[in-house]
């Protein structure tokens, strides 16, 4: 199983740019969850998933969107990049009460 | 007041040290509770999952729950270079509650062993 993937692993975007953030997970889990994690400040939850179809804000959803169409998919998108969006984007997923799994980031700059 | 609280650091320690975690929360309805390990340039790797209160060791790592303090651990034993990392607290409450199983961290603590 490859578990969580994330595409791309790098990127630099210029302000007003646009992007996904593709997020695939093979387990099957129903939970899928973006975070951004900037220097010293830990993870914070941008939206979340409950299933194919549900989604919903996290902490610091503004300037970002996401859809679920499928189980296996969180797609992460980015509509006009502003500086503030520099960070590394981690994608997760779970089952219910269980223990997330990460994929290894997309490191992502906007200049 | 933020839901999960945990001390950056950063903590420096001599190899062999025992290491001590922490970090509190004020959610009451927090349920489950995890410590993660994350390299330089890495995704968070899963290190203990602990249901409600207790203690659970894991060869050197123990990871303890005090939920009427709302209060979570870690302790590395004997510690190694190898530890050195970020070390982040997670706790959820039941997924099947109105949070929807929202997995919410600390800061995280950087952690140096060295030799």
């Known amino acids: 199983n490859a578990g969580v993937t994330q595409t791309p692993k790098f990127r630099i975007l210029k302000i007003g740019q646009s992007m996904t953030l593709q997020c695939t997970q093979d387990?099957?889990?129903?939970?899928m969850y973006w975070y951004r994690q900037d220097p010293g400040m830990g993870l914070k939850l941008i939206y979340y998933s409950v299933g194919a179809g549900i989604t919903d804000k996290g902490e610091v959803p503004n300037g970002y969107n996401v859809s679920r169409s499928t189980t296996e998919d969180f797609p992460l998108r980015l509509e006009l990049a502003a500086p503030s969006q520099t960070s590394v984007y981690f994608c997760?997923?779970?089952?219910?009460?269980?223990?997330?799994?990460f994929g290894q980031g997309t490191r992502l700059t906007v200049v | 007041q933020k839901e999960v609280e945990q001390d950056p650091g950063p903590l420096s320690v001599p190899e062999g040290a025992i290491v001590s975690l922490n970090c509190t929360y004020s959610n009451s309805a927090f349920q489950y509770f995890m410590w993660y390990r994350q390299y330089s340039r890495k995704g968070p790797e899963l290190l203990m999952y602990?249901?409600?209160?207790g203690n659970k060791e894991d060869g050197r790592f123990t990871a303890q729950v005090d939920k009427s303090s709302k209060y979570i651990s870690l302790f590395i034993r004997d510690s190694q270079p190898s530890d050195s990392a970020t070390y982040l607290c997670?706790?959820?409450?039941?997924?099947?509650?109105?949070?929807?199983?929202?997995?919410?961290f600390g800061q995280g603590t950087i952690l140096t062993v060295h030799p």
């Open positions: 997760a997923s779970r089952v219910s009460n269980t223990e997330a799994f």
């Open positions: 602990t249901y409600s209160s």
């Open positions: 387990m099957n889990h129903n939970y």
């Open positions: 997670a706790m959820s409450a039941d997924a099947g509650g109105t949070s929807y199983g929202k997995l919410t």
